[in-house]
């Protein structure tokens, strides 16, 4: 008997640590803190009351994207800050829209895998794996085509058709975030240091100077 019971509180405890996890974090960081008082952030959203849920809760209306800028794309979020029902979810989506030669340039969602549909046009896709092959794996999509861009891995959307296309992608985080390569290394506030990235890109410290100086559009 007293075997069995021992047996009984390791299967116990064996499956309460395989049912253990961290949550996976929802925004860049959460910092703790022993005040509660003073805690305002938290790994997602305070939950309303789920008697007081309306429809609007759950609803937003996307409109077609403005693509008249530098890059000639425009991204329109529908995450939990769009639809406040997507929170604790783990879903979200965003709609690309094109312009000719338009550009969504490469970037990566630290907290989402992304599956992209084409509904019109024709895209050259693309992301690169980490470090140390950085394998550059492509793919030209036509209407109906899916895609998927593995989390956390750079990759792009080049509209290389004669018209306006439009994507989809589904996003697999209510908050996937956005990190926009050349925003975030030459545009970051305050500036990164030039000697750091002048010996990172191996390039002369004027080639850094007049990129920093550079007006960094962010289209989403």
């Known amino acids: 008997m007293k075997s069995s019971y021992l047996i009984f509180t390791a299967f116990m405890a064996l499956a309460s640590c395989a049912l253990a996890f961290d949550p996976s974090p929802l925004q860049d960081f959460c910092v703790a803190i022993n005040d509660t008082n003073n805690g305002v952030f938290v790994n997602g959203k305070f939950c309303k009351d789920p008697k007081l849920a309306t429809a609007n809760d759950f609803f937003f209306s996307v409109k077609e994207g403005n693509t008249s800028n530098s890059l000639g794309s425009k991204v329109t979020p529908v995450a939990v800050n769009e639809i406040l029902g997507l929170n604790t979810l783990g879903i979200s989506l965003a709609r690309i829209d094109f312009a000719p030669r338009g550009l969504n340039p490469p970037h990566t969602h630290p907290r989402a895998t992304e599956i992209l549909i084409v509904l019109e046009g024709t895209l050259y896709v693309g992301f690169v794996t980490s470090n140390p092959q950085n394998r550059l794996i492509t793919k030209v999509l036509n209407k109906g085509d899916v895609f998927v861009f593995p989390i956390g891995l750079i990759h792009f959307q080049l509209n290389v058709g004669y018209g306006n296309a439009v994507a989809i992608g589904g996003l697999s985080s209510q908050n996937p975030g956005v990190i926009t ?27 850094v100077d007049n990129l920093q100086k550079q007006f960094w559009y962010d289209n989403n």
């Open 181 to 207: 390569i050349a925003n975030a290394v030459f545009g970051s506030n305050p500036k990164i240091s030039s000697d750091v990235l002048t010996k990172a890109f191996q390039v002369d410290n004027k080639i």
